[in-house]
């Protein structure tokens, strides 16, 4: 297990960061499509349009030519999701990060760095609502590189976090991860959050039914575990 350093972002990472934060979303392409394919709808369409075709055309190119339409226009679906994500937040929070994150002794963002490469990342800041920013810490962008999965760093930068929150006298930390980060949600699970709800922040992800699933880790019952 390589050794790993814990430390505030600079200016000077913005760039690992970002190739960091964009690989790690195109990571769950695959599950997307594969989450997409599964579905009864999307079942129904792979046998209900070709068979259609075929009774109406006799044609097994046509078939052929429907299936692998339907098959590509679900990938581009399962891609799209995450590269706007991407997107989003690089235009937001993420297009200034020594503002957004640290300017404020309330908010932060670190990375972990392991032999001078940048191989972890996570923020965090007051929720946006006004009544709970004195209560509530948002975790947000946790990432760590493929090669340094199940080394603890997800761990360790999650608990970085949870510290900072109690530091800082927030009584709660909370998070939003979508239902197909499988490994994200067993993370956070597995340290003690508590699942609150679910979310449907855009049509497409209630069409292809995978919410956010909010996720709640209070601090003033867990005082002694950090």
């Given at each position: ?13 913005h ?10 979303m ?5 599950a ?5 394919l599964?579905l009864p709808?999307?079942?129904l369409l ?14 097994w190119?046509?078939?052929l030519?429907?299936i692998l339409?339907?098959?590509l226009s679900?990938w581009?679906l399962a891609?799209?999701?995450w ?11 993420m297009?200034d990060?020594?503002?957004t994150?640290l300017?404020s002794h309330?908010s932060?963002?670190?990375v972990a760095?392991s ?7 996570v923020?965090?800041?007051?929720v946006?609502d006004?009544l709970l920013q ?7 962008h ?9 080394e603890g760093?997800?761990k ?5 976090v949870l510290q900072?929150?109690?530091?800082q006298?927030?009584?709660?930390v909370?998070?939003?991860t979508?239902m197909?980060?499988y490994?994200?949600?067993?993370l956070y ?8 709800g679910?979310?449907?922040?855009t ?24």
């Amino acid at each position: 297990m390589a050794p790993y350093h814990i430390r505030k972002y600079q200016d000077s990472d913005h760039r690992s960061v970002v190739d960091l934060f964009r690989r790690g979303m195109e990571e769950h392409i695959p599950a997307t499509f594969r989450h997409m394919l599964l579905l009864p709808r999307t079942l129904l369409l792979l046998l209900g349009v070709p068979l259609t075709l075929f009774l109406a055309s006799g044609s097994w190119l046509l078939v052929l030519l429907s299936i692998l339409t339907l098959f590509l226009s679900l990938w581009f679906l399962a891609k799209y999701t995450w590269e706007k994500h991407v997107m989003n937040c690089l235009h937001t929070d993420m297009a200034d990060i020594t503002r957004t994150y640290l300017s404020s002794h309330s908010s932060c963002f670190w990375v972990a760095e392991s032999r001078g490469q940048t191989v972890g990342m996570v923020a965090a800041r007051p929720v946006k609502d006004p009544l709970l920013q004195k209560k509530q810490l948002q975790l947000l962008h946790l990432s760590v590189s493929l090669q340094h999965r199940r080394e603890g760093l997800g761990k360790a930068m999650v608990r970085t976090v949870l510290q900072f929150a109690q530091m800082q006298g927030f009584s709660e930390v909370v998070l939003s991860t979508s239902m197909l980060q499988y490994a994200a949600l067993a993370l956070y699970q597995g340290m003690g959050f508590q699942k609150t709800g679910e979310t449907f922040y855009t049509y497409l992800s209630r069409l292809r039914k995978s919410p956010m699933i909010n996720l709640k880790y209070s601090l003033t019952s867990r005082e002694g575990d950090l």
